[in-house]
Structures are given as C-alpha cells and as structure tokens.
C-alpha cells in the first residue's frame, strides 16, 4: 500500500464523525499532497502559489464578464487547485507563518469576488437585471460568511460550521459555469450563504453567553 493510500485512509477514519466540508478538506489534502511536495522540492514558496491562485481567478472573472464561460471554467479549476495547494505547501515545507494565512484569506476573497463581479458585469450588459441583482447578493452574502468568521474568531469563538462554506460555494459556481445554469446557481448561493452567515451569528452568541456564564 502506497503513502498516499494510507494517509487516506487514516483521515478517512478519523473523518467518519465530521462535516462533509471537513471530510472534502481530508480528501483534497491526500490527493494534492505530492503537487505540494514536489512544489517544495523546487523552491516555490506557498505565497508565491496564493497570489498566482488569485491572478488566475481574476482572470476567470474577466473572461464570465466578457462572456467565455466555459474557457472561465477551466480557468477557475486551475486557480482552484492552486488554492488547494498552497496551504499545503506551507506545511509540507514547514513554511507556514501567521501572514501567511493572513494573505491566503483575504486574497480568497478577491478571488471570490472576481468570480461574482464578473456575473454582474456580463449580466448588466445583456440587461438581466434579475441576475444582476442575485450576483450583488451572492457577492454580499458570500463576503459575509467569511466576515462572520473572522469577527468571531476575533473574540475567541471558534467559529467554522456552518451549512454553506466556501468549497460548496465555489463549487457550485464552477457547476453553474460548466453546465451553463448560472441563475439557479446564484439563487442557491445567495440564499444558502445568507443562511450560514446567520448562523454564524447564532453559534456566535452561543458562545458568549456560555463564556458569559461561567
């Protein structure tokens, strides 16, 4: 049995009680070990992969903006793949480093955005204005879940649950660009990441009031 086939299946196991975000999280990590190992035997550092991994998903939101969905795609896998190596990289290479995670946090950010601006640029242009309207609450909802994190994180909760995480996000994106499907796609991202942001509020205030309570 290879390396990689028993670390999966050692994660699987102590997977078998976690969300199906984390357990996407385990998969990827086993698969894309070796690309973030042979990255580190050539000396490219982990930060170096994170501004290349936006660079390439502004580039998919220049070309859904200017109509090329399907090109916009494969464009998007890439710097998705780039996105799920370079934390890996850091720690492959024991280069991991609190600017680090800084960086690749808010850069996913921009790179979600291009992806959501895009959509309202192409959809402004053809006069949708439904879709319009969705890609500016799929943006906002979106930017919210990642913000409801980060402020609770900032005062000490442990705050990463949530029904709608950014891997269901960005991959129901990529879904939307693939099949061509995008205005149900931005009804089920909207309304899904405007859920998960409230319960991130819910799992927030939990937990200052049991803080509260001892």
Request: proline share 1%; net charge neutral; aromatic share 10%.
């Amino acid at each position: 049995m290879s390396r990689e086939t028993q670390e999966l299946a050692e994660r699987l196991r102590r997977s078998i009680k976690a969300s199906s975000t984390d357990l996407a999280h385990e998969l990827m990590s086993v698969l894309f070990a070796p690309l973030a190992r042979g990255l580190g035997r050539l000396g490219i550092q982990p930060n170096m992969v994170t501004v290349a991994g936006c660079f390439v998903s502004l580039g998919a939101g220049a070309l859904i903006a200017t109509g090329h969905w399907y090109a916009a795609f494969g464009v998007a896998l890439f710097g998705g793949l780039l996105d799920g190596v370079d934390g890996l990289l850091a720690r492959e290479s024991q280069q991991t480093t609190p600017f680090g995670a800084f960086l690749d946090s808010v850069l996913d950010r921009w790179s979600d955005s291009a992806l959501f601006i895009g959509l309202l640029i192409w959809y402004s242009g053809i006069g949708a204005q439904m879709e319009s309207i969705l890609s500016i609450w799929a943006l906002a909802s979106s930017l919210l879940v990642s913000y409801t994190r980060a402020r609770a994180e900032g005062i000490g909760a442990e705050c990463r649950r949530g029904l709608f995480t950014r891997l269901e996000r960005v991959g129901l994106v990529l879904a939307g660009l693939a099949f061509n499907q995008m205005t149900i796609v931005l009804w089920i991202v909207a309304i899904l990441s405007t859920f998960t942001a409230l319960q991130r509020i819910y799992f927030t205030w939990k937990f200052v009031q049991a803080s509260q309570g001892e």
